[in-house]
């Protein structure tokens, strides 16, 4: 009869330090509704320009809230297929306010009021600051597009809007708590 007292306060001192346990954060995710993970590009995501005639529509993109800790947001589009040796980077944001976890469809448009108040367009490969769509060399194999949210533990990244894509991309990794990414393809 001791052995079966000692056995249920046990389970019951092992279920309760559970139950006091704080619940698991829920992992960070990216997505969008117009781009499957791995799926094609639309014609709204492709460059207008470079032989490309696509609408040049930075996507919606949606988020989780990042880990505990977060205080800002940085987003990247990379091309890491571009024949140059380095990759191509589509689209560099930072300083996305810890709040927000969504960015609507056109919002890669240089002074856009869909970017959020204090968030930063970084120069692209494209030489300019802004959303740049996908526009792979014409019998290319499908180049992929990797889309990443990093959760940052600053509050902001103290660089001008024309630091380069890799300076920027340095900056990020340096505060970095958790990514989230998807990739999606495209050629021509």
């Known amino acids: 009869m001791k052995l079966l007292s000692t056995l249920a306060f046990a389970s019951f001192a092992a279920l309760a330090s559970l139950a006091a346990m704080p619940a698991a954060a829920a992992p960070f995710k990216l997505s969008s509704p117009t781009i499957k993970p791995n799926g094609r590009l639309p014609i709204e995501q ?3 320009d470079f032989g490309c005639s696509g609408k040049n529509q930075s996507p919606e993109l949606i988020w989780t809230a990042g880990p505990k800790g977060t205080k800002s947001y940085a987003l990247t ?5 571009a024949p140059t040796g380095s990759g191509w980077w589509h689209w560099v944001v930072f300083n996305i306010p810890a709040d927000v976890t969504k960015l609507p469809a056109g919002a890669g448009t240089v002074n856009n009021p869909l970017m959020p108040a204090g968030a930063v367009q970084g120069r692209t490969d494209f030489g300019v600051a802004g959303f740049g769509g996908a526009c792979p060399p014409e019998g290319d194999k499908p180049h992929r597009y990797i889309f990443t949210v990093h ?3 600053t509050a902001s990244i103290d660089l001008p809007p024309e630091a380069s894509a890799a300076l920027v991309g340095f900056m990020i990794h340096g505060s970095v708590l958790a990514k989230a990414t998807f990739t ?4 021509r």
């Open 46 to 48: 492709v460059f207008n």
């Open 151 to 153: 959760a940052l533990k």
């Open 77 to 81: 589009v990379y091309d890491p297929d």
């Open 184 to 187: 999606a393809k495209y050629s």
